[in-house]
């Protein structure tokens, strides 16, 4: 079971509020920093909190020095304004966006792809104040429904060629993860993964999909993945250093 409870420390000369993470499986504290600069600090249940602050001073380098790198990558994170001509990934290809006003379509109005032209078609009734929310949700859900088809078609090709059996798949708008499996074998992936490659949505769907095997990060969880994705290091890598490009 976890409890999460906010708190706040001074790094250096920096007020750093972070989650305090409790955990009865945990045997050890540690440390991480999402792109949003959310500080998340995990520790066993019962954990002595002086100590546990001690740790975070000891670490007073390493922590400025990645929110410092997260800070650069979040000024490289696209904000989108849904307007003609604008750049969108779609399986790491850059589609570009083409609105259409059109007449009778009704409220929804409708997305396609085609030549790595992505068409949105709004109604021309839409007042201008609510039309980059309209396209925006024109366009989300287009891409959840490609990575629905995409997600289910792929993840029964590996499930087969691994001879690993899952329970369901389902679509998530985590912001923190790409993938998770649940104790039952479900499967829940973030609908951003179609704009990567192919080879690193094959890297989250084995993830998830050894974690049916081995439920924790243990060497013989990675030792499974290294079977089905011999550079799995790079790919990981990879998908750390390239994530801030999948957002909308």
Not at 52 to 58: D, S
Not at 213 to 219: A, P
Request: positive net charge.
């Amino acid at each position: 079971m976890k409890k999460i409870e906010q708190r706040t420390i001074l790094i250096g000369n920096e007020w750093v509020d972070y989650d305090l993470i409790w955990s009865e499986k945990r045997r050890t504290v540690a440390v991480s920093i999402a792109v949003d600069n959310n500080v998340r600090v995990f520790a066993p249940s019962g954990f002595n909190i002086v100590e546990l602050e001690k740790f975070l001073c000891l670490k007073e380098n390493w922590i400025l020095k990645k929110m410092s790198e997260t800070e650069k990558i979040r000024s490289k994170i696209p904000v989108h304004e849904y307007k003609n001509g604008e750049s969108f990934l779609y399986m790491n290809s850059p589609v570009i966006l083409n609105i259409k006003k059109k007449k009778n379509i009704g409220n929804t109005g409708f997305c396609s792809l085609k030549d790595n032209i992505l068409t949105v078609s709004v109604a021309d009734s839409i007042p201008v104040d609510k039309k980059k929310s309209v396209i925006q949700d024109i366009i989300k859900s287009w891409y959840r429904t490609q990575a629905q088809k995409y997600l289910t078609e792929r993840v029964q090709w590996l499930s087969w060629n691994t001879g690993i059996r899952y329970s369901s798949i389902t679509l998530s708008s985590a912001r923190r993860t790409w993938g998770s499996c649940d104790s039952n074998d479900n499967l829940r992936f973030n609908w951003r993964i179609i704009m990567a490659s192919e080879d690193l949505i094959d890297y989250i769907i084995i993830h998830e999909l050894c974690h049916i095997r081995v439920k924790d990060h243990s060497k013989n969880y990675w030792s499974l993945v290294e079977k089905y994705i011999p550079d799995y290091k790079e790919k990981r890598a990879l998908l750390k250093r390239s994530a801030f490009a999948y957002s909308m």
